[in-house]
């Protein structure tokens, strides 16, 4: 298993960026695949952008493209949210999810059920 916690989250102005992490703890953080997902305030839950597990294939929603990047570095058992020129659609909370049963990119990795681990969440408000 793995515990995943998210943070970097906060208050920002639009026009500002922020990185994300996604740090885990438990087994080894190269044996899963690992995806972002954000849900604002009544609204469900949607995928961000899903990343294999040695970091060489990405997949973004096609709506994050350009602005979000998402990266890891397993030696530090960690994934990366880069947002850039973020504006007050982007507030919501943040999660990362992980999966060991896929650990490459398919079609299905922007689905919730792909994913068997989820951190708690980390708040990303921005202000206009």
């Known amino acids: 298993q793995v515990q995943l916690v998210e943070s970097g989250g906060g208050l920002v102005q639009a026009g500002g960026s922020l990185r994300l992490s996604c740090a885990a703890s438990g087994r080894a953080f190269s044996n899963y695949a690992v995806a972002w997902f954000r849900q604002a305030p009544g609204k469900e839950r949607d995928f961000v952008a899903a990343?294999?597990?040695?970091?060489?294939?990405?997949y973004y929603a096609t709506s994050k493209k350009g602005r979000f990047t998402i990266s890891r570095d397993n030696a530090k058992n960690t994934v990366y949210l880069q947002v850039n020129s973020l504006n007050p659609g982007d507030t919501a909370v943040y999660y990362c999810?992980?999966?060991?049963?896929?650990?490459?990119?398919?079609?299905?990795?922007?689905?919730?059920?792909?994913?068997?681990?989820w951190g708690q969440g980390t708040q990303v408000t921005v202000s206009s």
């Open positions: 990343i294999n597990w040695s970091g060489d294939d990405t």
């Open positions: 999810a992980a999966t060991e049963r896929t650990l490459n990119i398919t079609p299905y990795s922007n689905t919730n059920d792909r994913y068997d681990y």
